[in-house]
């Protein structure tokens, strides 16, 4: 059968492939150890699943508002407030079925067909395919190693003509794991502000900060940038949710009715369970979402120590998120493999390690490896790349 234009042009999720290629090897009784993960190795806080569970034996089993309960809105609000003094009413606050809904959903209410997304490179997989299934053009822009993977405001002005739209910011980022400085952030959002261009800010890894950094929104940084922003965020990393699926979007009011009128023709509510989950979640100090961010660094501090190790391998240091995202162009090239994919599929066979290649993030010399797992488990990783590398010299 002849499938739409529209999805055909939608490349598989690179993550998930070699994911489901680790599974099945594991299945078979390798030994495998999966770097792949884009998701925390924590069971979710308990209170969550008990408030949930709660939430069921109450009678709360029907549909909600199409946009998330308001219940779920005012506690999402006063998280804003909190975290990041920022003010929004509930009309301007809409709950999805994870950050991916959210932005999925935004951009299918922010773009006509053409307009243009800039996207930095590397960036989170999905983020071209969700502008191209809405009908609008990504432009890819590429941050420089050397700028630790940072876009500079003169690239991001180079790559706007009068169809571009939006500007997506994901700090900490998804794969690289950098943050941008407050400065930095006001740099990009001047220019977003001089051609009108809406600033997309997924911060789903807020909370997962490092080195003492602290996180900064552009929303923070004035009235006219706050308006000129949509927020993305979520339980999924914070608070180890990641199959609940709950996210939301604060942002425009105009921009967010629209999100909801189209949420409630497709998705209608996210699952309610879950959103008593969030509420939950919202609701309770941070405790927990500490205790798995302190866990997080201290891998991070190990596993790059010992990355920083190994020949033919380089790695900017990554201040969020839990991943370390390596130049291995080097270990390619000394072991004669076409690229980067190779080099990858080559080390899951031969080593049983799964990483995922950076092609998929616009990122062809690097591979992207998640410490979401047992530290025991990356330095055992580690030590088998190091012996590949070795192997393949
Ligand atoms: N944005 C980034 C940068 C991500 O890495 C992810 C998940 O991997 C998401 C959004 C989606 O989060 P959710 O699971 O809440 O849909």
Not at 169 to 188: D, F, R, W
Not at 375 to 380: F, G, K, N, R, T
Request: aromatic fraction near 8%.
């Amino acid at each position: 059968m002849n499938i739409s234009k529209r999805v055909e042009q939608i490349t598989p999720s690179s993550t998930l492939a070699i994911t489901a290629k680790a599974k099945q090897l594991k299945q078979e009784g390798h030994d495998v150890i999966g770097l792949g993960a884009g998701e925390p190795d924590f069971n979710t806080p308990s209170y969550i699943i008990e408030a949930a569970y709660k939430s069921m034996l109450e009678g709360h089993t029907k549909y909600t508002p199409a946009g998330g309960m308001q219940s779920l809105k005012e506690a999402i609000q006063q998280k804003l407030q909190n975290d990041q003094q920022l003010s929004y009413s509930t009309d301007e606050l809409i709950v999805t079925a994870g950050a991916k809904h959210a932005l999925s959903l935004l951009f299918q209410a922010l773009l006509n067909e053409g307009d243009k997304v800039v996207i930095p490179a590397p960036y989170w997989v999905s983020y071209p395919e969700q502008v191209k299934v809405a009908g609008g053009v990504p432009v890819i822009v590429e941050s420089k190693e050397e700028n630790e993977f940072k876009v500079t405001p003169e690239q991001l002005e180079a790559s706007i003509d009068e169809r571009t739209k939006a500007f997506i910011l994901n700090s900490p980022s998804n794969p690289t794991g950098v943050v941008y400085s407050k400065e930095e952030i006001k740099a990009l959002a001047e220019i977003c502000l001089k051609h009108d261009i809406v600033i997309v800010s997924d911060e789903i890894y807020e909370k997962l900060m490092y080195q003492s950094t602290v996180h900064v929104s552009p929303a923070q940084l004035s009235e006219q940038v706050r308006n000129q922003t949509v927020i993305i965020n979520g339980v999924s990393k914070s608070h180890s949710m990641t199959g609940w699926r709950i996210g939301f979007a604060a942002g425009n009011q105009a921009l967010i009715k629209g999100m909801s009128n189209l949420a409630s023709h497709t998705t209608s509510n996210p699952a309610v369970m879950a959103q008593y989950g969030a509420l939950a979640a919202y609701q309770e100090n941070d405790d927990a979402v500490e205790e798995m961010r302190q866990s997080f660094e201290g891998r991070l501090e190990k596993s790059f120590e010992r990355l920083q190790q190994i020949d033919g391998v380089e790695c900017v240091k990554p201040q969020g998120a839990f991943y370390l995202f390596p130049n291995v162009r080097k270990a390619v090239e000394s072991g004669g493999f076409t690229d980067v994919d190779e080099w990858a599929k080559t080390l899951l066979e031969e080593e049983k390690v799964a990483v995922v290649p950076g092609s998929g993030f616009g990122a062809p010399d690097n591979v992207r490896l998640s410490y979401a797992t047992s530290l025991e488990q990356v330095e055992a990783a580690l030590d088998r790349i190091e012996r590949f590398i070795q192997k393949h010299k």
